[in-house]
C-alpha cells in the first residue's frame, strides 16, 4: 500500500457523507494518493484492521472527525457501554494510534458538535482533548475546508502555491511600446459580459428520480468572472464543486459522489440560467450502474 500523508477517521453512523465531502475536497487539493479513507482505499479482500493499521503509521496527520455520534453511544435497552470505550472500537484504535506514534491530530467538529469532555473517553484518548480543534459546517463548508487545508500544510510542511512572478522591463521605449500595445488590445477587444449576482446562499427542493428522494439542497456559490467554486450539496451533504464555469449561457458546474462499499465515483451535472432572480437548474446524474433522467428545479436565496 502506497504511504499516505492523511488519514481520516470517523464513524460510519456519525459522519459517512461529511467523510465523503472532507476527502474530496482533500484529494483536490494534495491529491488522492496521499489521503485515506477506508472506503476508497482498502482493496477487496485485505484484512481491515491490518490495512488501517499500516496506514495510520505511514500518515503525517490525522483528521478525526467528530459528529453527534461519534463516540458510538448505543440504545439504553441493550445496557452497553458507548463502543469509544470499547478495546476493540476502530475508532478509538485509529486516533489512539495516532495519539501514541506522535502524529499531528487535528479533531474537525462537525455542525457544532462539542468536543467530548475527559469523562467520556478511554485513558489511551484523553490527549485528545489537548489537540486544538476547527469547526466543519454545511453554512461554510468552503470556508472551513480552507482553514482545515491551511492547517494540514503547516503541519506537513507542504508550502501553499507560490504567487506569480512579476518581470519588470528596463527601458522607457520597451515600457511605451507595451503601452500602446496594450491599449490597442484592449480597444479591439469585446468586452466580457457582466458576470450575473449568483454569488451566495441558495436553496432549492429536489425531487430525484428515484422513488421517495426529496431533499432540500443549498448551494453556496463564489468566485469572480467566469470562474466558479464553492459547494453544493447532494442528498444534504455539502460538496466541493468541480468545473465551475459562468459564462452567457449560465452555471456549469460538477460533484463527485461515492457509493459507500463501492469504489465507484458517481458524478452530478448541473447547468442553472438565473432568471427573474431565480436559478432555474437541470441536473443530470452520471452513473454506472443506473441510468438517470435529467432532473429540474428551481434555487432561490
Same mark, same amino acid.
Given at each position: 500500500? &502506497? ?32 489521503v485515506?479513507?477506508?472506503?476508497? !482505499?482498502?482493496?477487496? #479482500?485485505q ?23 461519534w ?6 435497552? !441493550? ?21 501514541a506514534? #506522535? ?5 474537525v467538529?462537525? &455542525? ?14 484523553q ?17 472551513d ?13 507542504? @508550502?501553499?502555491?507560490a @504567487?506569480?512572478?512579476?518581470?519588470l522591463?528596463? #527601458? ?9 500595445? #496594450? ?17 451566495g ?11 421517495g428522494?426529496?431533499?432540500? %439542497?443549498?448551494? !453556496? ?29 449560465g ?7 461515492? &457509493? ?15 432568471? !427573474?432572480? %431565480? ?16 432532473? &429540474? ?5
Open positions: 500500500m &502506497e504511504a499516505v500523508r492523511i488519514f481520516i477517521s470517523y464513524r460510519r453512523d456519525d459522519a459517512a457523507g461529511y467523510a465523503r465531502a472532507v476527502y474530496d475536497a482533500l484529494a483536490q487539493r494534495f491529491g488522492a494518493a496521499q485515506f479513507m477506508d472506503v476508497d !482505499d482498502i482493496p477487496a #479482500g484484512a481491515f484492521d491490518a490495512v488501517i493499521r499500516q496506514a495510520v503509521g505511514s500518515a503525517g496527520v490525522l483528521v478525526a472527525l467528530i459528529g453527534p455520534r463516540r458510538g453511544e448505543r440504545r439504553a435497552a !441493550d445496557g452497553l457501554p458507548p463502543r469509544i470505550l470499547a478495546d476493540g472500537d476502530f475508532v478509538r484504535h485509529e486516533i489512539a494510534s495516532a495519539l506514534q #506522535g502524529l499531528t491530530v487535528v479533531p467538529l462537525l &455542525e457544532g458538535t462539542p468536543m467530548p469532555t475527559a469523562a467520556q473517553l478511554p485513558p489511551d484518548l490527549p485528545l482533548l489537548l489537540r486544538n480543534a476547527l469547526p466543519l459546517d454545511n453554512t461554510r463548508f468552503a470556508a475546508i480552507d482553514r482545515l487545508a491551511a492547517a494540514l500544510r503547516l503541519a506537513l510542511g507542504t @508550502p501553499a502555491a @504567487p506569480r512572478r512579476r518581470w522591463l528596463a #527601458g522607457g521605449a520597451v515600457l511605451a511600446a507595451a503601452a500602446v500595445a #496594450g491599449a490597442a488590445v484592449l480597444l479591439l477587444r469585446p468586452r466580457a459580459p457582466p458576470r450575473p449576482a449568483i454569488n446562499r441558495w436553496q432549492g427542493s429536489v425531487h430525484y428520480d428515484w422513488p428522494a426529496r431533499h432540500d %439542497e443549498r448551494f !453556496d456559490f463564489a468566485g469572480d468572472g467566469t470562474v466558479l467554486t464553492g459547494t453544493a450539496s447532494f442528498l444534504g451533504v455539502p460538496r466541493p464543486i468541480r468545473d465551475g464555469s459562468v459564462d452567457a449561457d452555471l456549469r458546474f460538477a460533484v463527485h459522489t461515492g &457509493e459507500l462499499g463501492s469504489d465507484r465515483v458517481n458524478v452530478q451535472r448541473y447547468h442553472a440560467r438565473l432568471v !427573474d432572480g %431565480e436559478l432555474r437548474v437541470v441536473v443530470q446524474t452520471e452513473s454506472a450502474g443506473q441510468a438517470h433522467r435529467p432532473v &429540474e428545479f428551481v434555487a432561490r436565496r
